[in-house]
């Protein structure tokens, strides 16, 4: 015979298996309820599968009646029967925790959000806005970045192409490493011969000598000018005597001799050439003698020899006019007399001691000219493998890549700036009140605060589409430690463009505004500020100074203002 529970459990299972199909509609799962037993919620709970635990199914008034001694299954079954529950019914508690979210959040919403109401009411009352005036030294800076450095490396290259008589052998020991190169420095000793500093853009790019002309020689003439030798017209880029002059003075204080020419015998040249114009001016100088000569006329006594004839056959006629007797005679021996003094006085026929004398001259000519060549063909000149023209003088020597007996075929050195210099970049507006000569100040980045004095040696405007001027500073003489400490930063350089003397009233630009008649004026707080229309106020015109950081030099004209006043500057 089974029990009532055996009863039970056979009626839940045939229930079961005839319910293959979910439910899908309320009149089903009402007909299915009708049918079934009763069941609590624990009996749903521990005994059911996961698939038939659905809200429908959960008799929540039954579970309340059942025993105590029916329902109470172990802990564990318990833990597992909720879990159960938990995952049959994920949606539902999903849906749950949303809402207990949104409640949580208009509750923090309601709390901490104010209604525009509710800000307009706690709001300060409205006052005037102050700032006070004050005493002390103004200035007006502009600052910038910097990066310190020496200036750029530049690899150093002899033209050795022009060289005569053998290779480009290194016959001196070059510089050492950290050697200043300087003007007048000998860089090199290439074939015995100097290569000497100049400063300059251009590189040497052919020999330089009498008659030629270009930029290259004019930055020669301007360089040697700027050290004190005498080139002549510095603006002419003609190599003149002048110029030459310059550069055998130049050689001299090198300590070398003038390079000799390439044109064998140049200063033999000029020893002939002198020899055939002294020829020359002989030749002329007795040309000109014999000239002279064949034109003289007859000498004093041969003159008076001459007139006497005249005279005495003047008078032998006359006497035979008287006598009558010789008259013919006399007649003849007059005009004989008269025809011999004519032709001593006429002009001679010195033709041909003219044509010599000119072409003497022009022999001479020629012998001044090829003298005049032969002198500037041995004038001190100067080929380009002599001379190294070098930027932003002195360089110091970084790297050397030949050594003494070497053939030069490359890049001797690399020469770098020798001394640090600062270069930065300043807006427009900025670089417009920058000045060469300038002073400035900057500080060591993260060091204790000691400022550097430095002057601008050079300010560039922008070129092409940037608008940033280049500003090239140099700071005063610094300790080796402290050029190893600055070198390769980035510092924060101030320069003043403009100061008061000495210290000034001063207050926030905003302070000042425009009277009636376009006279400046402040207005001064009497009594509290944040009394706003109520409080008490005084106008005190002022004349305006120095404007700077905000602020702006104010001297009172009429009215008083001291330090520490309160001047308005808004509400």
């Known amino acids: 015979m089974n029990t009532p529970d055996e009863n039970d459990e056979r009626t839940n299972d045939h229930h079961e298996n005839d319910r293959t199909e979910p439910i899908t509609s309320r009149a089903e799962l009402a007909r299915i309820q009708d049918a079934t037993p009763t069941t609590t919620f624990s009996e749903l709970l521990y005994d059911a599968p996961d698939d038939d635990i659905r809200l429908e199914n959960l008799d929540l008034a039954g579970d309340a009646d059942a025993p105590d001694e029916e329902s109470a299954p172990t802990e564990s079954s318990r833990v597992s029967g909720w879990g159960r529950v938990l995952r049959g019914n994920r949606t539902l508690w999903i849906v749950a925790a949303s809402a207990v979210v949104c409640l949580v959040a208009g509750l923090l919403v309601g709390r901490f959000v104010l209604t525009p109401e509710d800000a307009s009411a706690d709001a300060p009352d409205p006052g005037l806005v102050t700032a006070p005036v004050e005493f002390g030294e103004l200035t007006n800076d502009v600052t910038l970045r910097a990066d310190v450095g020496y200036a750029d490396a530049v690899d150093v290259k002899i033209d050795t192409s022009g060289l005569s008589g053998g290779a480009a052998v290194v016959t001196m020991a070059p510089p050492a490493v950290g050697t200043v190169l300087n003007p007048l420095s000998v860089a090199l000793e290439v074939a015995g011969r100097p290569v000497i500093v100049l400063p300059g853009e251009l590189p040497a790019y052919r020999t330089m000598k009498f008659g030629t002309s270009g930029p290259d020689v004019l930055q020669l003439k301007q360089a040697l000018a700027g050290l004190g030798f005498g080139v002549g017209d510095v603006k002419s880029n003609l190599y003149d005597q ?41 030749t002329v100088t007795s040309n000109e003698q014999a ?20 005279t005495i056959a003047e008078a032998e006629l006359a006497a035979a006019q008287k006598s009558g007797e010789g008259l013919q005679q006399a007649q003849v021996n007059l005009e004989k007399a008269r025809a011999e003094r004519d032709e001593a006085l006429a002009p001679k026929n010195t033709s041909a001691e003219q044509a010599t004398l000119d072409s003497s001259r022009e022999d001479l000519t020629a012998a001044e000219k090829d003298l005049e060549e032969a002198r500037q063909n041995a004038l001190p000149f100067l080929p380009a493998s002599e001379v190294l023209f070098l930027t932003e003088l002195p360089r110091r020597v970084d790297e050397v890549k030949v050594k003494r007996g070497a053939v030069l075929s490359d890049a001797a050195m690399t020469v770098s700036g020798a001394t640090i210099r600062l270069t930065g970049a300043a807006a427009e507006a900025d670089g417009a009140l920058l000045k060469k000569g300038g002073e400035a100040t900057f500080e060591l980045t993260g060091g204790d605060g000691t400022e550097f004095h430095a002057v601008i040696a050079a300010v560039a405007k922008g070129e092409g589409e940037s608008s940033r001027w280049t500003v090239i500073l140099e700071p005063d003489p610094l300790k080796p430690e402290q050029i190893e400490a600055l070198k390769g930063q980035n510092v924060r350089v101030k320069v003043p463009v403009g100061k008061t003397e000495g210290e000034v009233l001063s207050v926030p630009l905003a302070a000042v505004t425009a009277g009636p008649g376009g006279e400046s004026r402040v207005e001064v707080v009497d009594s509290d500020p944040r009394e706003g229309d109520e409080a008490k106020t005084h106008i005190v015109v002022v004349e305006t100074g120095l404007a700077a950081k905000g602020a702006v030099e104010v001297t009172p004209v009429e009215g008083e203002l001291d330090k520490g006043d309160l001047v308005v500057i808004g509400e």
């Open 291 to 310: 000239l002279a000569k064949a034109g003289e006329g007859p000498k004093g006594s041969e003159l008076i020899d001459l007139n006497g004839a005249v």
């Open 242 to 282: 002048a110029t030459a002059d310059a550069v055998g003075a130049m050689y001299a204080k090198a300590g070398y001799p003038v390079p000799k020419s390439d044109e064998e015998g140049a200063e033999d040249a000029v020893a002939v050439a002198e020899k055939a114009v002294r020829t020359a001016q002989d």
